[in-house]
């Protein structure tokens, strides 16, 4: 007993000093180099759900943010240094992405981040970020995620509400009025079929049946025949792409014939793919950029992405990919190039047009609101034009 | 010859305590000592599954729950009352302690695998209400805005500071196990571990002590729950799933099922390690899996158990020539 | 709709989901019965299997686009042959602590899940159902033909088990040595060889229960854990070894999750779920068929 505690107390002693040095090895400088030198490259990191479940949502900001820091470096980077990509797995766990800021913020010191495109990991890493005075990038929807008095973090897509009240809107002017909510219990799907909720309330609508779902479920047949019994006019979807996919087909399935909507996770290539093409034919939803819009900078994004990733552009890249472009300019202007300047840039920013429409960078550090009514035609997402 | 080894002891003693409280300074960033930090918090964790399981024999999975038990009560508390830790502390302790003994109720009845399960199901249970009851609990977005706690007007706001606080919880929370073990209790846990009839037959109250021991596992990951919401400032349901259940019985496996220093050697070894090989990602946990395995069916004692075989037998025995002997029998049969 | 239709609806879906988990529970006990080893990383067995067929499937080898059911077959084989591996590489392990079967598993999880991430990427994809995305009506219920072949197909295997199992020599032989090692050992039964197989049989079944799933799920590399831990909750909850009582557990838990869903709160449906498990198991604490008292210390 007393021997295996000096071995271990030695073992304590052992660790703590291998632990002193390792893990910052690859920093080139010595602390009194100087840091700034040219060609010294300027670091983004990027914190994301990179396996698990929510792999989709992190392999799509990766993409999109390395295609916008590549497109700049080609073009000579930022004042003369070019910039580099770090990226970490938090594996969608809060707890990880805590350690992961601490991780970028104080051993990569790096000028910004994007940390995460899941909204309960985003507002855990608020607090750090916050402390270090480093610009925080978000494409996760929570409304909350503004609301926390932080100068520092920075939506780069409009919030939650913009997605369901624009969607809502359009359906009760088309005249529908009742409506059944079906939401998972994660932050994401919970927030969303809240907004929903609010958003019917607005219209002096309740929503006929409201069910939930836990993340890893794949049967769905309880909560879809009871919300059929309430013979609802639209079904919402508020879930990841995946779930809502398999949603949308076993309600079709159940002999459910009115019209199926929702909001982001719905606007993309990988919840047509689960719900096959047939199915969601004629689905609404709501998002601020669709890969074929028409615009000649959309147009080379999509061409771009492409060439690059060898898959279609969808809209977590290209939010990802405005963001960053956010975040280039500020750093353009931020003098000296510090993280503290690149925030206080990022406020300034005001009518810039980007792929998702015009940018203003609010004091809360939302940037863009406003979303536009689509349909999925033919098993492509496309603008919604009429009958 | 016994002086000379108890004066080995006390250097050992001193440069291990130097170490541990210089070690905010020696550390080169913050992060290093945020990791170090968690290290901490795991081992309380794993000090309590050791109590419950590797002295007692009562498998419990729910560590995550009483874990949640302590950071919500902390985190609601100061969120809503402005309560410090000081206070949280304590009624965290209380609450993941009365959470720990109601979960052990059903080990009066269902035993081994059987029990894996419910300590499980209870476990989810609690994270679902968690989630569901969103005017109390803030639902999954969880609970931000905790703030780190103030001693006498100095904040304790850094990873830095927090250490000494972490660094004195687990060493309170050692030598408290210390004395549990050395106390009758302790003996009267052992003897229930290695068969629950004798020690029934030995006129040991086996219920109450099942309880006892399961109580003191759920304020100990109460404690770690406290001192989590405090440090992070952050909570939010998806961070007491069963994962964290798991990769504290794993820490304690690899350190040592049944030993107190175990605990403390597999809390700080795991994440050091995985820390270490982050770069790898995918290998780094198909490498933690191997590792996992090669424990399991090649040196069960975890790295104690191979530390007390080496100084058993001086000469070098290759550890699968042996037959695997059983260390922390968990349960004496499979069917009550 | 009425009442009744809306029950058998909702009934229907909890027996399709109900199906795959007893085909997992299944695994479960067929390795319990022989080995005494609780298996937590069958639920990455049941996904390494689903990746085994559906890579045929899609033409993920040389291109090659095999029609479902050889696809199906070919994910069997070859998990069955993943199934003699580790065989061999737990039999240390059997009849062992229960903890450390718990983590040794629990490693080979995390093993067979990122190697799955590695080789296959983490992102997955969905599958298009062979046999089309048009129910069958029957008097106002829904019913999809891949849920029946579904329900259709578990209940052969189930069936099919029962009769190797009763009738069969290298069955009995297996029964034998699950039910006494030393006796059959004794009586020249090849213990270790019966062991492997069935492991492999287990490991069989958790592909089909894959292949049967992967049409109406998404297949990634995480679904394993989901379904595994159902598939375990199903398995106790019928009883421990207990070849009839994984098949009760399965279709009982899977009922109970879609009739929670359905008729009493959809949030707490997991949460009711297991409270209920709980409380059979307080009444018998050997599951609902926990007739097999495996002892083996």
Redesign the interface.
């Known amino acids: 007993m ?12 052992v ?10 090895a690859p920093a080139p400088a010595a602390p009194g180099a100087a840091p700034k030198a040219v060609g010294e490259p300027i670091k983004i990191a990027i914190i994301a759900a ?2 698990g479940t929510n792999a989709v949502l992190g392999d799509w900001m990766k993409k999109g943010v390395t295609l916008a820091v590549e497109e700049k470096n080609k073009a000579g980077g930022i004042q003369g240094r070019q910039i580099q990509v770090i990226v ?2 938090d594996e ?4 990880k992405s ?2 992961l800021a ?2 970028v ?3 990569d010191k790096v000028m910004a981040a994007w940390a995460t495109s899941n ?2 990991s985003a ?2 890493d ?2 750090i970020f916050a402390q270090y005075k480093i610009p925080q990038f978000t494409n996760g929807t ?1 409304v ?1 995620i503004t609301n ?1 008095g932080s100068a520092y973090i920075f939506r780069a897509t409009p919030a939650g509400p913009s997605f369901e009240d624009t969607l809502i809107d359009f359906l009760v002017k088309k005249g529908m009025k009742k409506f059944a909510i079906i939401a998972d ?3 994401y799907g ?2 969303e079929g809240d907004y929903q909720e609010a958003a019917l309330k607005r219209n002096n609508l309740t929503a006929t049946t409201r069910e ?1 779902f836990g993340i890893d479920d794949k049967d769905f047949t309880g909560q879809l025949t009871k919300i059929l019994q309430g013979q609802p006019e639209v079904l919402l979807l508020a879930s990841s792409e995946v779930a809502s996919g398999l949603i949308a087909k076993q309600a079709r399935q159940l002999g459910f014939k009115g019209q199926i909507a929702g909001g982001a996770a719905v606007g993309t290539p990988k919840f047509v793919e689960t719900a096959t093409a047939e199915i969601a034919e004629g689905v609404i939803f709501t998002t601020p950029w669709l890969p074929n819009d028409a615009d000649a900078q959309s147009k080379a994004f999509v061409t771009a992405y492409k060439a690059r990733w060898n898959e279609d552009a969808e809209f977590h890249g290209a939010n990802t990919y405005d963001g960053t472009q956010l975040l280039l300019q500020a750093m353009e202007k931020a003098n000296p190039l510090t993280p503290e300047n690149v925030a206080a840039e990022m406020h300034k920013i005001k009518g810039y047009k980007g792929l998702q429409g015009t940018f203003n960078v609010t004091d809360k550090g939302e940037t863009i609101t406003g979303t536009l009514v689509c349909i999925v035609k033919g098993g492509k997402l496309t603008v919604y034009t009429g009958n | 010859m016994k002086n000379q080894s108890s004066n ?2 006390r250097i ?2 001193g ?2 305590a130097l ?2 409280l210089g ?1 905010p300074l ?7 000592v ?3 930090n ?1 290290a901490g918090l795991y081992i309380l964790m794993s000090l309590g599954i050791n109590l419950a ?1 590797g002295y007692c024999g009562q ?1 419990n999975l729910a560590l995550g729950a009483f874990m949640a038990m302590g950071a919500y009560t902390a985190a609601l508390l100061n969120t809503r009352m402005g309560v410090p830790i000081w206070i949280n502390m304590p009624l965290g302790m209380i609450l993941a302690g009365i959470t720990g003994a109601l979960i052990a109720l ?1 080990m009066l ?6 029990l ?3 300590t ?3 476990a ?2 609690i994270n ?2 968690i ?2 009851e ?1 005017w109390f609990t803030e ?4 609970i ?2 905790i703030k780190m706690p103030e001693l006498f007007g100095i904040p304790i706001d850094g ?1 830095e500071r927090f250490y000494y606080l972490v660094l004195i919880c687990v060493v309170v929370g050692y030598l408290a196990a210390r004395q549990i073990m050395n106390h009758h209790t302790g003996r009267a846990f052992i003897a229930i571990r290695d068969s629950d009839v004798a020690a029934r037959a030995m006129g040991i109250n086996v219920a109450k002590y099942q309880i006892m021991a399961n109580a003191i596992c759920g304020v100990y990951c109460g404690v770690a729950g406290v001192l989590y919401a405090h440090m ?5 349901p ?2 007491f799933e ?3 259940a ?1 990769f504290v ?2 820490m304690t ?1 690899i350190g040592g ?1 049944g ?1 107190l ?2 605990s ?2 597999g809390g ?2 795991l994440p ?1 390690t995985l ?2 090989f ?1 770069a790898f ?3 780094q ?2 490498g ?6 090669l ?3 090649f040196f ?1 004692g975890g790295v ?1 158990g191979i ?2 075989r080496l ?1 058993q037998v001086r000469g070098l025995r290759l550890p699968w020539a042996r037959k ?1 002997e ?11 | 709709m009425n009442i009744v239709s809306i029950f058998i609806q909702t009934l229907i879906g909890g027996i399709g989901i109900g199906s795959l988990y007893a085909l997992v529970a299944l695994g479960y006990s067929m390795i319990y019965r022989s080995m ?1 080893l ?1 298996n937590f990383a069958h639920g990455q067995i049941f996904m390494i299997g689903t990746y085994f067929g559906i890579i045929w499937y899609r033409g993920m080898v040389l291109g090659l686009q095999l029609p479902y059911a050889v696809a199906f077959i070919l994910a069997i084989l070859l998990n069955m042959v993943l199934g003699l591996i580790l065989e061999r ?1 737990f039999r ?2 059997a009849n ?5 079967m ?3 598993t ?10 799955a ?2 080789i296959w990427g ?1 992102e997955g994809f969905a599958v298009n159902n062979p046999l089309g995305n048009t129910p069958i009506m029957i008097s106002g219920v829904a019913v999809l033909p891949w849920t029946l072949l579904l329900i259709g197909v578990s209940a052969l295997l189930m069936l099919g088990l029962n009769v190797f199992l009763a009738k069969a020599k290298i069955g009995k032989a297996m029964r034998a040595a699950a039910a006494d090692r030393e006796t059959a050992s004794a009586m020249g039964i090849p213990v270790n060889g019966t062991n492997a197989l069935t492991f492999a049989i287990g490991a069989g079944l958790a592909a089909a229960a894959g292949m049967l799933a992967a049409p109406i799920v998404y297949v990634n590399p995480a679904m394993g854990a989901a379904v595994g ?1 159902k598939g ?2 199903a398995f ?2 019928g009883g ?1 070894g207990s070849i009839p009582g994984a098949i009760v557990g399965g279709l009982v838990f899977g009922v109970l999750e879609a009739v929670s869903a359905g008729f009493i709160s959809s ?2 449906t ?2 009711i779920a ?2 209920i ?2 409380v059979v ?2 009444i018998r ?3 609902i068929i ?1 007739e097999v ?5």
């Not at chain 2, 639902?139 to 969880?142: A, K, T, Y």
């Not at chain 2, 933690?288 to 395995?293: K, N």
Request: charged share 15%; aromatic share 8%; proline share 5%.
């Open positions: 007393k021997r295996s505690l000096v071995f271990a107390l030695l073992l304590v002693a660790l703590l000093a291998a632990c002193a040095s390792p893990t910052a990179m396996s970490y797995d969608a766990d809060p707890t805590v350690g601490q991780k913020a104080s051993e909204s309960t507002l855990a608020i607090p929570n909350d926390k219990t994660s932050a919970k927030g939930a | 080995m002891k050992g003693l440069i291990a170490v541990l070690f020696i550390a080169s960033t913050r992060y290093q945020h990791i170090v968690m399981m498998i059903p009845k269902v035993k081994s695998h059987y894996a399960l419910v499980i199901g209870l989810e249970t679902i209400i989630v569901n969103t639902g999954p977005l969880g931000s805005g990873a992070t400032t952050y909570i939010s998806d961070i069963f994962k964290t798991l019985l794993t496996m099922m030993s220093a175990g403390v050697v700080l070894a050091l820390e270490y982050r990602k995918s290998w946990l198909v933690f899996g191997l590792a996992i395995m424990v399991v069916l069960p104690i530390a007390r100084e695997p059983k260390p922390a029998q968990t349960e004496a049969s499979h069917v009550p | 005494g609780v590489i240390p392990l062992y602590d229960l903890m450390l718990l983590l040794g629990i490693g080979l999880g995390y093993v067979l899940e990122n190697m991430v590695i983490a831990l375990f909750a106790i909850l421990a949030a707490y997991k949460g297991f409270v498990m709980i198991l307080m604490p050997g599951g926990g008292t495996v002892d083996k210390v």
